[in-house]
Every structure is written in C-alpha cells, then in structure tokens.
T-cell receptor, first 115, second 114 residues
Framework: AQKITQTQPGMFVQEKEAVTLDCTYDTSDPSYGLFWYKQPSSGEMIFLIYQGSYDQQNATEGRYSLNFQKARKSANLVISASQLGDSAMYFCAMREGPGTYKYIFGTGTRLKVLA | DTAVSQTPKYLVTQMGNDKSIKCEQNLGHDTMYWYKQDSKKFLKIMFSYNNKELIINETVPNRFSPKSPDKAHLNLHINSLELGDSAVYFC?????????????FGPGTRLTVL
C-alpha cells in the first residue's frame, strides 16, 4: 500500500505568490517523522523541512512551512513568496520507527515558478 | 567539507560490463543507503547498511551487490550491466534508529548503459 501520496504531478505558481504542495501519509506507528526535499534540475537532493509526529506546532524554515494535520494524515509544504529558483521537484518522505531504518518517498511534485 | 560524496558523478558504459560506484560520508552516521532514481524521478530504495550490517535489501537483481568496508563507506557493484540499469544512483546516510533525523544525500551518479 502506498504510504506517501503526492497527488500533484505538476504545479505552476506565479513569482512572489504562495504555493501549497500536498502530501498525505499512512502509518499506524505513533512515532514518525515527515520530511520534504527539493531536487532542482542540477539533481542534488536538498533537505528543506522536518515535522515530528509529536510536535505540537507546525514546522517553519524561512519561506517554507509545513501544514501538519495529524488527524487527516497530511503534511503539506507551503512555500511563501515563490522565487524562480524554487522551480524544482519536491519530494515528501516519512520515516517510521524508532525501530525502522527505511525512509519512504512520494512520487514527487514538479513545481514551476512563472515570472 | 562534503558530507556525502559519490564517485564517479557520471558513468557511461556498455551493456554487459561490470562497474562500481563508491560512496563516503564524514558525518559519523551509522546508517547508509543506496537509492535508484529512474527517468520518472521515482526514488526507490535498494539497500541499507547499519554499522556494516545489511539491514534493508529490497527486491533488486542479484547483479547489484553492496559492500560496506566500514561504516563511513558504502559501495555499489553492478555486474553484467543492462540498458534498464540506466538511472541516477544516490547514496545517503542518516543517524540510526530515530525517525526524527533527515537523510543526507550524495550528489548522485548518473549511470548510462549503451
């Protein structure tokens, strides 16, 4: 069963506007971590933001914030004030555990920022 | 200093050849991984080692064999390369046994099999 679902294969956003990239997850483990990575056209995987299952507040890192809705099992990435350099693939990932080593990735969303 | 490094960055080879990709991390992590990213950008985990012990071995052809000489290194050897092996291979590392730590990725190795 798919544990991480990203339903938006591609998104467009106008420069300087905010955009939300969707991610839903499925787990029965009460302890888990959720991550977002950016992969620009140059190919490297860049860690953006993390949310722990027990965190009470939504994570924020600069222009990135994570809209964590635990009951709905969603962990959407919000990018504020989009920049041209935000054009990239974005991956949502989850790690269950403390006893597991595996990170599970979604299929990604390709974001294009328009000038 | 590069946290996770991979060599080579590009690898072009003929079908049937044997090749290796090397990975090193200087983060002191115990756990290292190999991923394959296909042309559709899907990231598939292949292997993971924790302290030189194989802990994840996904369904991959036997032609792929990982080797971890120490916890800072994880190499990937591929025998009898096939066209379908063309992909980007990422090495990654993470602290062990905690869901609260992100993975650190290497720059990737783009393998092209002709």
């Amino acid at each position: 069963a798919q544990k991480i679902t990203q339903t938006q294969p591609g998104m467009f956003v106008q420069e300087k506007e905010a955009v939300t990239l969707d991610c839903t997850y499925d787990t029965s483990d009460p302890s888990y971590g959720l991550f977002w990575y950016k992969q620009p056209s140059s190919g490297e995987m860049i860690f953006l933001i993390y949310q722990g299952s027990y965190d009470q507040q939504n994570a924020t890192e600069g222009r990135y914030s994570l809209n964590f809705q635990k009951a709905r099992k969603s962990a959407n990435l919000v990018i504020s004030a989009s920049q041209l350099g935000d054009s990239a693939m974005y991956f949502c990932a989850m790690r269950e555990g403390p006893g597991t080593y595996k990170y599970i990735f979604g299929t990604g969303t390709r974001l294009k920022v328009l000038a | 200093d590069t946290a996770v490094s991979q060599t080579p960055k590009y690898l072009v080879t003929q079908m049937g050849n044997d090749k290796s990709i090397k990975c090193e991390q200087n983060l002191g992590h115990d756990t290292m991984y190999w991923y394959k990213q296909d042309s559709k950008k899907f990231l598939k985990i292949m292997f993971s080692y924790n302290n030189k012990e194989l802990i994840i071995n996904e369904t991959v052809p036997n032609r792929f064999s990982p080797k971890s000489p120490d916890k800072a290194h994880l190499n990937l050897h591929i025998n009898s390369l096939e066209l379908g092996d063309s992909a980007v291979y990422f090495c990654a590392s993470s602290p062990p046994r905690s869901p609260y730590n992100e993975q650190f990725f290497g720059p990737g190795t783009r393998l092209t099999v002709l």
